[in-house]
Nanobody, 121 residues
């Protein structure tokens, strides 16, 4: 059983910065993808960024050029550095872990409890 615990959310002013952390514990595959998704009230959950064990990154359109994802494999921790924050970034941010099987056909999906990010104008 995998557990994900997010931290670092809070209230910031527009244009400010915030760094989110997510620590994973349990049975974590050597072939895994960790990432961040967010969900604002009345909106669907959307991709923010993902990163593989090897460091390959994928960003959603809202995160490009402003957010940076990184990963510490030794500590099973993923980070999201957010800069130039805008009010539309306000959402609950969820950490995600996908444990892929060796065949790369299927994966087990795990989610954290979420951390609130609020950006004031």
């Amino acid at each position: 059983q995998v557990r994900l615990v997010e931290s670092g959310g809070g209230l910031v002013q527009a244009g400010g910065s915030l760094r989110l952390s997510c620590a994973a514990s349990g049975s974590i595959s050597s072939i895994s993808v960790m990432g961040w998704y967010r969900q604002a009230p009345g909106k669907q959950r959307e991709l923010v960024a993902t990163i593989t064990v090897g460091g390959l990154k994928n960003y959603g359109d809202s995160a490009k050029d402003r957010f940076t994802i990184s990963r510490d494999n030794a500590r099973n921790t993923v980070y999201l550095q957010m800069k130039s924050l805008k009010p539309e970034d306000t959402a609950v941010y969820y950490c995600n872990l996908k444990n892929w099987g060796i065949t790369l056909r299927t994966y087990d999906d795990s989610w954290g409890q979420g951390t609130q990010v609020t950006v004031s104008s």
